[in-house]
């Protein structure tokens, strides 16, 4: 068991493969291969570094894959800047119930998304491109939800995800301790790019030893835009 202490925040005898079967359920064995796919192929192919394989439970798989505590069922998720996959390959291996699709420019990292989704029978969708570039949005737009980690500032970040997500539909950045200074830097610009109301949000705070931190803004309707 891993254990909560008082103030809601999973304790120092947290056990990480425990957590990762809590997260991962029954599609655990699929978690497992990607974790050993980005710690041999990944390193190898230079799209990890190798210090991160130690905590790549930790600070990637589950700290990705806890964010679908802000998914609805069946929703659709587009990932901006995939990279080797994260947060969108620990989200669709956690809830198969997603439509989720990758959005990568680099050849060598989408060709290794598309290797590991093949090989390991998941229904994701890679698209190669630039997320503001036209054909991007009309392949992969019209989403429910756009997911990014480490890919941009966040005025820039909102101008590459919000057209990838209909009115209503929800941006959802992983940012971190700089979240709060993010949003207070950009507020004004996004409020521009029609962004709603922008909150931050922690995810996994029961079960990580560091909750993952995520910016989430609604895309108001046109009409609603200032
Ligand atoms: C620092 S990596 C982060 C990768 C992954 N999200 C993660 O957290 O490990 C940033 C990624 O964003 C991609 N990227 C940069 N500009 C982009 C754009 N305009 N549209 C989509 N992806 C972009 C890069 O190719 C790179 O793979």
Redesign the pocket.
């Known amino acids: 068991m891993f254990h909560v202490e008082q103030n809601g925040a999973a304790s120092v005898d947290w056990d990480e493969q425990e957590t990762a079967r809590a997260v991962f359920g029954d599609r655990y064995e699929i978690a497992e291969r990607y974790y050993q796919s980005l710690a041999t192929d990944g390193v190898e192919r230079g799209l990890i570094g190798p210090r991160e394989v130690p905590r790549l439970w930790e600070r990637h798989l589950l700290n990705c894959a806890v964010i679908g505590e802000l998914i609805a069922e069946g929703e659709s998720v587009v990932d ?5 996959g ?1 947060p969108g390959i620990p989200l669709a291996i956690a809830r198969p119930d997603l439509k989720v699709t990758l ?4 050849l060598r ?1 989408s060709v290794y998304l598309a290797e590991f989704i093949e090989s390991n029978g998941l229904d994701v969708l890679v698209v190669r491109g ?3 570039e036209s054909g991007v949005v009309k392949e992969a737009g019209g989403a429910d939800v756009v997911t ?5 500032p966040l005025e820039k970040l909102a101008r ?1 995800s919000l057209p990838l997500i209909h009115e209503h539909g929800r941006m959802l950045a992983l940012k971190g301790s700089s979240a709060a200074e993010e949003i207070e830097r950009d507020r004004t610009a996004l409020t521009k790019l029609g962004a709603g109301k922008l909150e931050i949000l922690e995810c996994g705070a029961k079960i990580l030893r560091t909750p993952t931190v995520v910016v989430k803004a609604e895309r108001l309707p046109k009409r609603r835009q200032r």
């Open positions: 901006v800047g995939s990279g080797a994260l959005v990568e420019p680099l990292r630039r997320a503001e990014s980690r480490a890919v941009a590459w």
